[in-house]
């Protein structure tokens, strides 16, 4: 089996800043693209941010300029660095990767529980 856990998230001030990382563990033969959803309440799930394997990354319009996304293959992790953050920021985030298990050959796109960011004065 494999598995994402997410951690990083609380609450910021407008204008703060916070990072989340996520680590995916288990019988893991390789780790293609990774990403960031994230949902608000009463909201569609939207993109955040993707990246590849070989590191290309994409971002959501509403997110550019103040987001980044990186990650680190050695550790199958991914990070997501939040700046300049707004209260429209606000949702639980969702990290995402496909994942070619070390028992199959065929990629599976995994998620995880999530991780509450608010921001608020």
């Known amino acids: 089996q494999v598995q994402l856990a997410e951690s990083g998230g609380g609450l910021v001030q407008p204008g703060g800043s916070l990072r989340l990382s996520c680590a995916a563990s288990g019988s893991i033969l390789r780790v293609d693209s990774m990403g960031w959803y994230r949902q608000a309440p009463g909201k569609q799930r939207e993109l955040v941010a993707t990246?590849?394997?070989?590191?290309?990354?994409k971002y959501a319009d509403s997110v550019k300029g103040r987001f980044t996304i990186s990650r680190d293959n050695g550790k199958n992790t991914v990070y997501l660095q939040m700046n300049v953050l707004k209260p429209e920021d606000t949702a639980v985030y969702l990290c995402?990767?496909?994942?070619?298990?070390?028992?199959?050959?065929?990629?599976?796109?995994?998620w995880g529980q999530g991780t509450q960011v608010t921001v608020s004065s």
């Open positions: 995402t990767a496909r994942i070619v298990p070390s028992y199959s050959i065929i990629p599976r796109d995994c």
């Open positions: 990246i590849t394997y070989g590191q290309v990354t």
